[in-house]
């Protein structure tokens, strides 16, 4: 079956610190994997998907095939890289997105 | 504001009443999708269209829902006889028919069933 799954919850941190937000998948084919990001009172919006493979506001997220994982890198954090964030496997056929439970980010000053 | 708009943001219904939400995607899009998510989840997909045509239900979507994207523009998610399990956010996203495409997301129809 596919799935997604993000194991924590919450994830608190202090300005500079470096974040991971972990991300695991299930899924029988050549996966296609995003990040997505849901900011205070805004709409859900994409951050970053595996295959462009470059860095947006600072996050990077490589996927790795063996050990089925797509994790959310971040060498300093910032304020406001506060959010939610939710990791997305994507149908190629339907683009049909299967979420994980999402992660809140919360980067203390 | 031109990205995809959903209509209401928010609706209070009692139980047992029928209430629809109206999405307008993007307009070059050809792809629409509706989610549903509940309190401390992911969104959940419900169905996709491509054009008017309805490719994909999921099992989660029940007889009393439906969904229609008559001309291939906006589309409309009805659920009849609403039950307190139906309390949600309604997600409505659209994108291009491609591999690795961005799906963009509209702000969402809150229901809540009294």
């Known amino acids: 079956a596919q799935r997604v799954t993000q194991p924590e919850k919450l994830l608190s941190v202090f300005k500079g610190a470096p974040v991971e937000l972990k991300c695991n998948y299930s899924?029988?084919?050549?996966?296609?994997l995003f990040w997505y990001v849901q900011y205070s009172r805004q709409r859900l919006q994409l951050l970053l998907r595996h295959i462009s493979r470059e860095s947006i506001k600072g996050f990077t997220a490589d996927l790795n095939k063996g050990e089925t994982s797509f994790h959310l890198k971040k060498p300093f954090a910032q304020e406001e890289d506060s959010a939610m964030y939710y990791c997305?496997?994507?149908?190629?056929?339907?683009?049909?997105?299967?979420f994980g439970q999402g992660t809140t980010l919360q980067v203390k000053p | 504001d031109t990205g995809v708009s959903q209509d209401p943001r928010h609706k209070i219904t009692k139980r047992g009443q029928n209430v629809t939400f109206r999405c307008d995607p993007i307009s070059e899009h050809n792809r629409l999708y509706w989610y549903r998510q509940t309190l401390g989840q992911g969104p959940e997909f419900l169905t996709y269209?491509?054009?008017?045509?309805?490719?994909?239900k999921s099992r989660l979507l029940s007889d009393r829902f439906s969904a229609e994207r008559p001309k291939g523009s906006f589309s409309t998610l009805e659920i009849q006889r609403t039950e307190q399990g139906d309390s949600a956010m309604y997600l409505c996203?659209?994108?291009?028919?491609?591999?690795?495409?961005?799906?963009?997301f509209g702000q969402g129809t809150r229901l809540t069933v009294v």
């Open positions: 899924y029988s084919g050549s996966p296609e």
């Open positions: 269209f491509q054009n008017e045509a309805q490719l994909e």
């Open positions: 996203a659209s994108s291009l028919a491609r591999e690795n495409t961005e799906a963009f």
């Open positions: 997305a496997l994507g149908s190629s056929n339907t683009g049909k997105l299967i």
